[in-house]
């Protein structure tokens, strides 16, 4: 079954669009110590064919640049529990991503959509203590007063920040440490939201910055232990790419395209962290990315593995 990504028309959260910020340039300075490498081919290969089956290398103990190696595996940054569990819906929307605009009818998403279901438990992503716990009625968090409605923001390690919005009842206050998985609060759809939901946003450093987030599909673990995530950073010679459309075709070994998957790079107002598109909860497995750049075809071949994070870097002409 293919499994399309549309970015879809859907108000759940509007926020508003931030100042332009420049692209930057990717670096290799922070990136995590990979597990697997595959030796560097050529990026542009519009004759190579599917059924070529491509080989993946075994894991190595040398370093991996996915700069200079067709991509990396490392075990990423999976370290917070979902805010929603199941049996209530805990995957994200996938009609308003991180970063997206829902096909430039809305501003840049700054969070992500879980659940939808009026009063179902929100818990704490990690272990924190609560910084703020209320209705937005002073505009702190975000340009706008009465932007998130009843929200709560939870400190963790690390200048790590959490925050919940919409919510129909708070259950902690200011000051409270909280253990993970113990429960906060319950969907709602206060503030600026058309229909129950739980926006769900991480942040990091500033708290107050409302540029300060990055992509909560890759601080959530995935939510099922056979699922990966692939996050991409597509270069152009002046840094980060600021428009282009990828696909990524999940194989099967004999070489059958099992699902079939549509991304966009961030919308260039959110372009602040090394990558500028990535996907979660991609089942383990063998994934051909592809996109058309000027005229000219690019395509990857990478591996996606159980609970950990394949980083792929594209440079295009």
């Given at each position: 079954?293919?499994?399309?990504?549309?970015?879809?028309?859907?108000?759940?959260?509007?926020?508003?669009?931030g100042p332009n910020t420049a692209p930057v340039t990717a670096t290799t300075s922070n990136l995590p110590t990979a597990t697997t490498a595959v030796a560097p081919t050529a990026t542009l290969t519009p004759t190579i064919s599917p059924s070529q089956n491509p080989v993946i290398s075994t894991a190595t103990s040398v370093p991996c640049d996915p700069h200079t190696a067709d991509y990396c595996i490392t075990n990423g940054h999976f370290i917070l529990r979902r805010p929603i569990q199941p049996p209530a819906n805990d995957s994200v929307d996938v009609t308003y991503r991180y970063a997206s605009t829902a096909n430039g009818t809305r501003d840049p998403?700054?969070?992500?959509?879980?659940?939808?279901?009026?009063?179902?438990?929100?818990?704490?992503?990690?272990?924190?203590?609560?910084?703020?716990a209320g209705p937005d009625k002073v505009?702190?968090?975000?340009?706008?007063?009465?932007?998130?409605?009843?929200?709560i923001v939870i400190r963790h390690a690390d200048d790590l920040f959490t925050l919940y919005a919409h919510l129909s009842e708070i259950e902690v206050e200011v000051g409270k440490a909280v253990q993970v998985g113990e429960k906060i609060g319950e969907v709602g759809q206060t503030g600026a939201a058309t229909g129950s939901h739980l926006h769900f946003e991480v942040r990091r450093g500033e708290?107050?910055?409302?540029?300060?987030?990055?992509?909560?599909?890759?601080?959530?673990?995935?939510?099922?232990?056979e699922y990966g995530a692939v996050a991409l950073t597509i270069l152009d010679e002046a840094g980060l790419l600021q428009r282009a459309k990828l696909t990524l075709q999940h194989y099967s070994d004999v070489n059958e395209i099992l699902e079939e998957y549509y991304l966009d790079t961030y919308d260039p107002h959110m372009l602040v962290d090394a990558e500028n598109a990535a996907l979660s909860d991609l089942p383990a497995g063998r994934y051909r990315i592809t996109l058309i750049q000027n005229g000219h075809l690019y395509e990857r071949w990478v591996e996606v593995q159980s609970g950990k994070l394949t980083q792929v870097v594209i440079t295009v002409k």
């Open positions: 079954m293919k499994k399309y990504i549309f970015i879809l028309c859907l108000f759940l959260a509007s926020c508003a669009p998403h700054h969070g992500v959509e879980i659940g939808k279901d009026f009063g179902t438990p929100v818990q704490a992503a990690a272990e924190g203590v609560i910084i703020f505009a702190i968090y975000s340009p706008w007063s009465n932007f998130y409605g009843n929200m708290v107050e910055n409302y540029f300060s987030t990055v992509n909560p599909e890759l601080w959530l673990a995935p939510s099922q232990t």
